[in-house]
Structure formats: structure tokens, C-alpha cells
């Protein structure tokens, strides 16, 4: 998506700047594997929430509604969680910090 478009840009962009060569394996490997890891963070967070809503056993209920009013009411807690949600991260490409 745009993450991936904006860190081919800037990976492009600063081996161009470096009089590199734009085709670098290495370079397009290192890339590849960086989108592959938030890629793969994000899938795995998708499938933990389809996992906690799906269902409705009364204990995975009770779990969850436990947790959900604990991250509404631990005001730290719930800014991670927004931070994370909306893609609030170091390892951002520059073009969408």
C-alpha cells in the first residue's frame, strides 16, 4: 500500500542521493524485509482481534470485556494503542512521518 510506495521512494531516493545503484540487491533485500516485518505485525494483530471477538464463550467474553475497560481506563495504555493503530512509529518512511 502507501507505506510500501513511500519506502521504495525513500530507499530509491537515498541510494540515488549516494550515487548507488537504484537496482542494489542487497539494498531492495534490506527494503523487503523491513516491509515484510511491520507486514507481518500488523496481520498478526488482525488475526488476534478476529480471534478475541470471534465466538461467544462466556469466559473469552468476560476476558475481553475485562480488557477493553482496562485499556479505556488506563489513559498510558489506551495512547499506545492508539499510537500503534494509527501507524505512529520511528520505522515510518520520512515521507509519511
Known amino acids: 500500500g502507501f507505506l510500501d510506495a513511500a519506502s521504495i521512494i525513500e530507499v530509491v531516493s537515498e541510494l540515488q ?3 548507488k545503484d537504484i537496482g542494489d540487491y542487497a539494498q531492495l533485500r534490506a527494503l523487503e524485509r523491513w516491509r515484510k516485518a ?3 505485525e500488523m496481520i498478526a494483530a488482525m488475526e488476534g482481534f478476529k480471534r478475541l471477538f470471534e465466538g ?3 469466559v473469552k467474553k ?3 470485556d475485562l480488557g477493553l475497560n482496562l485499556v479505556d481506563n ?3 495504555l489506551k495512547t499506545v494503542f492508539m499510537q ?3 501507524g505512529n ?3 515510518l518512511p520520512k ?3
Do not use: F, W
Open 17 to 19: 542521493q549516494a550515487g
Open 74 to 76: 488506563v489513559a498510558g
Open 89 to 91: 512509529k520511528s520505522s
Open 62 to 64: 468476560a476476558l475481553r
Open 38 to 40: 511491520e507486514a507481518m
Open 56 to 58: 461467544s464463550n462466556p
Open 84 to 86: 500503534q493503530a494509527m
Open 95 to 97: 515521507l509519511c512521518r
